[in-house]
C-alpha cells in the first residue's frame, strides 16, 4: 500500500489531496496569494481525516507549474519541506498535464488543448492527445504565448483551463468541445497521474525543478504579478 501526499499551489486554487491506493481524501480552496498560509492546514486536515500522520506518506506530489511564478515557488518549496521531513521522494506533476489527464478520463481519443491564463495577454498552452485508455501523449510540450495561437483549432478539440473564457474573444470557446468544469489544476488529478509512474519517475527532494516556461526575469518587471 503506496501512502502519497499531492499538493499544488500553482494557480489561484490552493489544493491537496492524499490517497492510501484505496482510497482519495482532498480539499481545495481558491485563494489567491493566501496559499503560504493556508496549505499546511489543508495537508493536516487531510491527513486527520484519513487517520494518517505525515510520517506514513511515501512520496510527495506536486504541481510544478507552469502557473503563478509565487504560486509554483511556494509549492515547491512546501513538497521539498515535507519530504525532507520524512525522508521521502517527489514526483512532479506539470498542471496542463494534470487538466487534461482529468479530461482523457471522459474523452478518450482526443485532441485535448490545456491553456491556462498568464497574465500580459499571453497564455500557458499545451496539447495532448488521450488514448482508448485515457492516457495522454504529449503534443506540444508546455509553453508560453498569445492566445491567437490557437486560432486554428478543429471542432473536435476538448479545451480546458482558465485561458478559454478569459480569452474568449480571441479564442472563440464556441468552436471546440469546451469543458468549463476543468477550469484549474488539482491536487487530486495530479495525484492520479502520478499514480501511473510512481515510483519510477520520482526524484530526491533536492532535485525537484519547477516548471516556470515563462522566465523569472519577466515577473520581476511587473510588481504585484504573482
Known amino acids: 500500500m503506496t501512502i502519497l501526499l499531492a499538493i499544488d499551489t500553482a494557480t489561484e486554487n490552493c489544493s491537496v489531496a492524499l490517497t492510501n491506493g484505496q482510497q482519495y481524501w482532498h480539499d481545495q480552496q481558491e485563494a489567491p496569494r493566501e496559499h503560504s498560509q493556508r496549505l499546511l492546514g489543508l495537508v493536516d486536515q487531510c491527513l486527520a481525516e484519513a487517520q494518517l500522520s505525515l510520517r506514513d506518506i511515501d512520496g510527495v506530489v506536486v504541481g510544478a507549474g507552469p502557473g503563478s511564478f509565487t504560486g509554483v515557488r511556494i509549492g515547491i518549496a512546501i513538497?521539498?519541506?515535507?519530504?525532507?521531513?520524512?525522508?521521502?521522494?517527489?514526483?512532479?506533476?506539470?498542471?496542463?498535464?494534470?487538466?487534461?489527464?482529468?479530461?482523457?478520463q471522459s474523452y478518450p481519443n482526443s485532441d485535448i488543448i490545456a491553456a491556462i491564463d498568464a497574465r500580459m495577454s499571453e497564455i500557458y498552452l499545451a496539447r495532448f492527445q488521450s488514448d482508448a485508455a485515457g492516457q495522454l501523449i504529449e503534443t506540444l510540450a508546455p509553453c508560453v504565448c498569445a492566445p491567437t495561437a490557437l486560432a486554428d483549432v478543429s471542432a473536435d478539440s476538448v479545451a480546458v483551463g482558465s485561458a478559454w473564457p478569459v480569452y474568449a474573444a480571441q479564442l472563440d470557446p464556441q468552436r471546440v468541445t469546451q469543458q468549463t468544469e476543468i477550469r484549474l489544476p488539482r491536487a487530486l488529478d495530479m495525484l492520479q497521474y502520478a499514480q501511473l509512474s510512481w515510483p519510477r519517475h520520482s526524484v530526491e527532494a533536492i532535485h525537484l525543478e519547477p516548471l516556470y516556461v515563462r522566465n523569472e526575469v519577466t515577473w520581476k518587471k511587473l510588481p504585484g504579478r504573482g
Not at 97 to 103: C, F
Open 79 to 104: 513538497a521539498q519541506g515535507l519530504a525532507f521531513s520524512v525522508g521521502v521522494p517527489v514526483l512532479a506533476v506539470p498542471t496542463l498535464t494534470a487538466m487534461a489527464y482529468r479530461a482523457a
